[in-house]
């Protein structure tokens, strides 16, 4: 069963601003849902509207099946636990958890034996006593959980409720947020911008960017196949290297991706390899993460790459090598240029690859085809490997795990072998290339 549903949903302030822009997304009943992205990206919106904090000027937002839009808050049956604890600085922390039973006209005897069963559940059963000026943010935190839990909501609503606390602590309490709603079977709706967080705790995770939804899926699929360049590069330590790379076709035997001095062969038995060709003379974008890359001597066959290592990170459990391989970076700008998912009419691009693919068949140029232009296009047309807004290009670092205080310097040589079966293809758009998308 869906525990939320929102359909085409979006919010447009008063000042024009688009915070949500036509998300649609589903939460099945019982799910951990994490919303990710860098602030601004519309994902506390998102939370707020399901709230009923905010109301949508378009679309509709369901709860349990049943159209909530104009239900008002305290009838959504919904928990929220948020970033600044909320907490009321005058009440004992046992009166703090019990105020929502309060409001609820839950009797005394009743209220106090909730109260404690969820405080010793969160182990701070032996400070229901004290004002949460006399407890440390870990604990604040639990009382801000202990305040939601103790209602037995249908949906628990998160807006990043650890970001204020520090790494060791935001640790230990990720392991037991997520233990403890899975245990009490609640849907949850999650807000953050730490991967980490979103990687380690997520039954799935809905990727936003500018207001717009990008990717959904289970922590495993948006990071082993992310759906976008942006998703691409927005998950993982250290970020995928995106390489701009040329595709030439060699029927029946490989294509090659020129990445500027050197270049990659994808087998043709690849599945993917026909799905790439499709880009033959066309610059597509090519990612690889660190983990597909492994040192070898230089003479080793197969899919190698050389380098010289321009700096090193030691990190105490490994070491980063950083090669320039002579290719063009493609770096993901966060904040400007066009989504990947505006796709402009009218610019004529399958005529242009249809024509160099009669060119590849018959071995001569055909007549040049002219590309309708669709008026007010030509601007927006602008790819991922042009708009100067969506990305810089810079000299490509390949970024290469190494073991801890390798014995390699700065200016050493470095070749390293590619997993082809790991490499990652994007369009001139940003979307992902390949064939049986999940």
């Known amino acids: 069963m869906t525990a939320v549903a929102l359909k085409d949903v979006t919010k447009v302030f008063p000042d024009g601003t688009v915070a949500v822009d036509n998300v649609s997304l589903d939460v099945n009943d019982g799910e951990f849902m994490v919303l990710l992205g860098p602030s601004g990206c519309g994902k506390s919106t998102v939370l707020r509207m399901v709230a009923g904090l905010e109301d949508p000027t378009s679309g509709a937002v369901l709860l349990n099946g049943e159209l909530a839009n104009d239900l008002p808050p305290r009838d959504r049956g919904v928990a929220m636990v948020f970033q600044d604890f909320a907490l009321y600085p005058h009440m004992s922390v046992g009166n703090n958890i019990a105020f929502p039973l309060r409001l609820s006209g839950v009797e005394e005897r009743a209220r106090n ?8 559940a969160l182990g701070i059963g032996d400070v229901l006593g004290r004002k949460p000026s006399q407890l440390s943010g870990g604990q604040r935190q639990r009382v801000a959980m202990g305040r939601a839990i103790v209602r037995r909501p249908g949906l628990f609503l998160m807006d990043e409720p650890l970001s204020n606390l520090d790494s060791g602590l935001r640790a230990e309490l990720r392991a037991e947020i997520s233990g403890l709603v899975r245990e009490l079977g609640v849907s949850t709706i999650y807000v953050t911008h730490d991967q980490a967080e979103a990687l380690t705790m997520a039954d799935r995770v809905a990727i936003m960017r500018k207001g717009v939804l990008q990717d959904v899926g289970t922590p495993t699929q948006v990071y082993g196949r992310p759906a976008t360049l942006y998703v691409a590069a927005f998950l993982g330590s250290p970020r995928m290297n995106l390489l701009e790379a040329t595709v030439y076709v060699h029927l029946d035997r490989y294509v090659t991706l020129n990445l500027g001095e050197q270049a990659l062969h994808l087998p043709w ?156 293809f994007f369009d001139e758009r940003g979307d992902r290339i390949d064939v049986g998308w999940r």
């Open 113 to 120: 034996e909730r109260v404690a069963d969820v405080a010793n």
């Open 269 to 424: 038995d690849d599945l993917r390899a026909r799905a790439v060709a499709h880009y033959h003379g066309e610059r597509i974008v090519v990612g690889m993460r660190a983990e597909a890359l492994t040192p070898v001597a230089p003479d080793t066959p197969g899919a190698v790459l050389q380098g010289r290592i321009r700096y090193l990170e030691h990190h105490g459990h490994e070491s980063l090598a950083f090669l320039d391989i002579g290719a063009t970076a493609i770096v993901v700008d966060d904040l400007g240029g066009p989504m990947p998912g505006e796709r402009p009419v009218g610019t004529g691009r399958g005529i242009r690859r249809l024509s160099r693919v009669i060119q590849r068949l018959t071995g001569r140029a055909s007549a040049a085809v002219p590309a309708p232009v669709t008026p007010g296009a030509q601007g927006a047309r602008e790819s991922v490997l042009n708009d100067p807004g969506r990305h810089h290009r810079r000299p490509a670092e390949l970024a290469v795990r190494l073991a801890p205080y390798p014995a390699v310097s700065p200016g050493h040589s470095m070749a390293v072998s590619v997993r082809m079966d790991a490499v990652h």
